[in-house]
């Protein structure tokens, strides 16, 4: 399999909208909003609901594009972590919070489209060399919405690994995907 041609470019999409550039952030939604969409849902477990935050995603990453870092992380990451913390904050306020099963990760997955299976298949190889636990408090943590705290009882694991293995799993996730 051969690298698409023209590969979307998030970071130059992110500073066109900076710029005020519609078709920049049309690119975005084109390219993420189905995806953001699953994250929203899972975590809140509403259609409608989802759809209302991945909305108010966009508006916020059309306002502040302009303090997007590439120093701190990816910007496909950024887009991903905005929609997240608008779900979590719906969730914090009405304490309705879904987990996401092994199986829906699967899925998600699955139902990529070939252009971006590409870098889906990276970023799987880069999570495959992690520890199935420290994978799994991941996937807790971006997928399921789930707390520090949540995760070490639900793993029975204390807080303090929880977090030294959050913060060196995505540390080992840059280096890899670098």
């Known amino acids: ?5 023209n590969p979307f470019d998030y970071d130059l999409a992110l ?4 710029r005020g550039d519609r078709r920049a952030l049309q690119g975005l939604y084109e390219h993420e909003g189905g995806r953001l969409l699953a ?12 759809e209302d935050i ?8 059309w306002t502040r594009a302009a303090s997007f870092d590439p120093q701190r992380g990816s910007a496909r990451g950024w887009l991903f972590s905005v929609t997240r913390h608008l779900a979590l904050n719906h969730v914090r306020r009405h304490e309705r919070l879904q987990p996401l099963a092994d199986q829906d990760i699967d ?15 990276r970023i799987d190889g880069c ?18 919405g789930y707390s520090h705290a949540e995760i070490a009882h639900k793993l029975d694991t ?4 929880v977090k030294a293995w959050i913060k060196r799993s995505l540390a080992a996730l840059r280096e890899c995907m670098a």
């Open 158 to 161: 204390p807080l303090g690994t």
């Open 39 to 50: 994250v929203a849902k899972r975590i809140v477990g509403d259609t409608a609901l989802a």
């Open 15 to 18: 500073q066109g909208c900076a």
């Open 107 to 121: 899925a998600m997955v699955a139902d990529e489209p070939a252009g971006l299976a590409i870098g889906g298949a």
């Open 54 to 61: 991945v909305h108010d995603a966009f508006v916020r990453i």
């Open 1 to 5: 399999m051969s690298l698409p041609e």
């Open 127 to 144: 999570l495959e060399q992690l520890e199935p636990l420290r994978r799994q408090c991941l996937y807790h943590a971006y997928l399921d």
